[in-house]
């Protein structure tokens, strides 16, 4: 079955440097969701990306589809302690299916 | 803004018991999530469910699981016989359509600990 697999597992930055995360499926999708996730709280929708090699920007969060659609990154700049969290990618595979795949997560610790 | 929101927030249960999970999704909704998440793990798909039944179900909703949309706000995730393995988050979400149109809002989660 598809499988959704992020790298790094985990991630430890100084406050200021920048992150990336990166999401591979196993097979094509037909988009893909990314979600937040502090601590003890639920998955926040961030951002749905759609079209092959499609960019979108939210404020120091770029989040980039690629071209043959079967993977994704997330990339910030200059972290914040407000972006700890595990960040997941979520993809909905594209053989009429409704259902998305949560991606293994990349934990993000920021350090002051 | 609208929220889904999920009953009860942790829930304690004896192995072979059932239990019952509420969710009441976002009012304009049509199609409703159940996820699990297994502390410290991947979120996993459950079921989604469209206009009274189930539309998709994943390998972990075996016979022992069941949803249902009893009124037009609630809907149930129901665990027959519990086991330990169960002991997880459970998740709601629903969206307002299904495709590439739909964003999907989660409820904050009931914690099930299965002794």
């Known amino acids: 079955g598809q499988q959704v697999m992020q790298i790094p597992q985990y991630q430890h930055v100084q406050e200021g440097e920048d992150f990336t995360t990166y999401c591979n499926s196993s097979t094509t999708l037909s988009n893909i969701q990314w979600y937040k996730q502090r601590p003890g709280g639920h998955p926040v929708f961030l951002i749905q990306l759609v079209k092959s090699g499609e960019v979108k920007k939210q404020k120091r969060l770029t989040f980039q589809f690629g071209e043959a659609k079967k993977n994704s990154s997330l990339h910030i700049t200059a972290t914040q302690t407000t972006d700890v969290g595990t960040y997941f990618c979520?993809?909905?595979?594209?053989?009429?299916?409704?259902?998305?795949?949560f991606g293994t997560g990349t934990r993000l610790k920021v350090l002051a | 803004e609208p929220e889904v929101t999920q009953t009860p927030s942790h829930q304690v249960t004896q192995m072979g018991q059932e239990v019952i999970l509420r969710c009441v999704p976002i009012s304009n909704h049509l199609y409703f999530y159940w996820y699990r998440q297994i502390l410290g793990q991947k979120v996993e798909f459950l079921v989604s469910f469209y206009n009274n039944e189930i539309s998709e179900k994943s390998e972990i909703f075996d016979d022992q699981f069941s949803v249902e949309r009893p009124d037009g706000s609630n809907f149930t995730l129901k665990i027959r016989s519990t086991k330990l393995e169960d002991s997880a988050m459970y998740f709601c979400?629903?969206?307002?359509?299904?495709?590439?149109?739909?964003?999907?809002?989660f409820g904050p989660g009931t914690r099930l600990t299965v002794l």
């Open positions: 979400a629903s969206t307002r359509v299904a495709g590439v149109a739909d964003t999907q809002y």
């Open positions: 979520a993809g909905r595979g594209a053989s009429g299916t409704y259902k998305y795949i």
